[in-house]
C-alpha cells in the first residue's frame, strides 16, 4: 500500500471560485466580487448575492473587469485570505479621454460671459 502526504490530499481540496475584480488600486492586492445566485426555502424566489473577497496578486497582473478564479489559501494579511489562480477573461483596457478642442471652445464661448462684456 503506498503512502500518499497528507500535504497533497489538503491541498487539493482548497475551494475555488470565480469573480470579478472590482479595485485594483492596491499594490498585490485586488478586491473581488463573487455573485451567487440563492432560491428562497420556502418562497423559492431565486435572488443573486454578491460576496466580497480580497485576493492576492503577488505580480499585479489582473485589473478591474477581469474575469478571474481565486483559490483559499493561509491568511495573508487582517483580509486577505484568497489568491489569483489564472486570469479567465480579461477586460478591455479602454485609454484615458483626452479633450478635444471642441470642449474648450465651448467652455470659453459660454453665453454668461459675453452678456457681462456687452453690459
Known amino acids: 500500500m503506498a503512502a500518499v502526504p497528507a500535504a497533497s490530499m489538503v491541498r487539493g481540496r482548497r475551494r ?17 466580487d463573487v ?7 420556502f418562497y423559492e424566489k ?7 473577497f480580497y485576493m492576492h496578486d503577488e ?4 485589473h478591474a473587469g477581469d474575469l ?3 483559490m483559499g ?9 484568497w489568491r489569483l489562480v489564472r486570469i479567465l477573461k480579461a477586460a478591455p483596457h479602454v485609454a484615458p479621454a483626452v479633450k478635444t478642442a471642441a ?17
Do not use: F, W, Y
Open 16 to 32: 475555488v471560485i470565480q469573480g470579478v475584480v472590482v479595485s485594483d488600486k492596491m499594490d498585490k492586492t485586488r478586491v473581488v
Open 35 to 41: 455573485e451567487r445566485r440563492v432560491r428562497h426555502p
Open 46 to 52: 431565486v435572488t443573486t448575492k454578491h460576496s466580497r
Open 59 to 62: 505580480g499585479n497582473e489582473s
Open 68 to 70: 478571474v478564479e481565486i
Open 73 to 81: 489559501t493561509r491568511p495573508l494579511s487582517r483580509l486577505k485570505r
Open 103 to 119: 470642449v474648450t471652445e465651448r467652455k470659453e464661448k459660454s453665453p454668461r460671459t459675453t452678456e457681462a462684456k456687452t453690459a
